[in-house]
């Protein structure tokens, strides 16, 4: 008897041994997107089609769905974002949907970003609940999410499988936390010239021209640079002064000329002849 299990023990132990990696028929997909100051990265398992007919048979109208297949599909947000007219805090969180044949689905958003799956899952751990219009698109075989509609501000999370498109918009609070980001780097004090240049750039693509001359002079009078000049002279430009912007951007071209920086001043002279041409 010692020796058949033995015998059986030592199989068992041959068997882990040669035990390999296989692929799983609905594999982990990542995507994230920095989206203003805001990293945002959701984890989820991605199913394919086959062949199947997927919304009304396989993915239920009216059920709860874990918004791809095996662990539930995980978001993770960097700072807090609004969603649904409702913020949401900085963190981990699962998502959820409830598909509707009309069109009009509903997105979740649970506070409990450990789920396996649905087992667990606990209504009252939502934290938004918003409807979504999913729309016609173009074939796609294997269940996808990402980003679409991006702009300084705002995204939309973008789920596509078989030929349906759901986006669901979302906002960030890119100006907020510029605005803390540069007051902090102020009260540090290092290297107040970029510190102040680097604003500078950033209200000047806000179209927020006032102040990003002010800080344009700012960084000029900490340290007379080819770089901060030639700023300020892209900021006149926007804001319709192009008698000031060539009569800095010249002033500009002097200062890089000096610091012999060839491939600064070769470009500030393009941009000096083409605003003198206009």
Same mark, same amino acid.
């Given at each position: ?5 033995t015998?059986v023990?030592?199989?068992l132990l041959?068997?882990?041994g040669?035990?390999?990696?296989l692929?799983?028929?609905?594999p ?15 984890e989820?398992?991605r199913p394919?089609?086959k ?16 918004l ?9 947000i ?8 409702k913020?949401?805090?900085?963190g ?36 938004v609940r ?29 789920i ?9 918009p979302? @906002? ?6 510029? =605005? $803390?980001?540069i007051?902090? *780097?102020?009260?540090?004090? #290092?290297?107040?010239? &970029?510190?102040y ?23 000029l009078?900490?340290? @007379?640079?080819?770089q901060?000049?030639?700023? =300020? $002279?892209?900021?006149?430009? *926007?804001n319709?002064?192009? #008698?000031?912007?060539? &009569? ?5 071209l ?5 610091a ?19």
């Amino acid at each position: 008897m010692k020796k058949i299990i033995t015998t059986v023990f030592a199989g068992l132990l041959a068997f882990a041994g040669t035990a390999q990696e296989l692929p799983v028929p609905s594999p982990l997909g990542e995507v994230g997107q920095k989206v203003g100051l805001t990293e945002v990265e959701i984890e989820y398992s991605r199913p394919s089609a086959k062949g199947r007919t997927i919304f009304g048979e396989l993915v239920k109208y009216g059920e709860m769905w874990r918004l791809g297949a095996n662990m539930a599909t995980k978001l993770e947000i960097s700072t807090p974002v609004t969603i649904g007219g409702k913020e949401l805090e900085k963190g981990e969180y699962s998502m959820q949907a409830i598909p509707a044949e009309s069109g009009d689905w509903t997105i979740i958003i649970n506070s409990d970003a450990g789920l396996r799956g649905l087992s667990g899952y606990d209504e009252k751990k939502d934290v938004v609940r918003l409807t979504a219009k999913a729309i016609d698109n173009s074939y796609t075989e294997t269940f996808t999410i990402g980003f679409d509609k991006l702009t300084a501000n705002s995204a939309v999370i973008a789920i596509q499988w078989e030929k349906l498109k759901v986006e669901v918009p979302f @906002k960030v609070k890119t100006e907020e936390i510029a =605005k $803390a980001n540069i007051a902090a *780097a102020i009260k540090e004090g #290092k290297e107040l010239d &970029k510190v102040y240049a680097s604003a500078a750039s950033y209200f000047s693509d806000m179209n927020d021209y006032k102040t990003a001359l002010m800080y344009a002079d700012k960084s000029l009078g900490v340290k @007379k640079t080819h770089q901060a000049m030639f700023t =300020k $002279a892209t900021i006149l430009k *926007a804001n319709g002064d192009m #008698k000031g912007a060539i &009569k800095t951007g010249k002033e500009a071209l002097e200062l890089a000329n000096k610091a012999e920086s060839i491939g600064w001043a070769n470009y500030i002279k393009g941009n000096i002849k083409a605003w003198e041409s206009k």
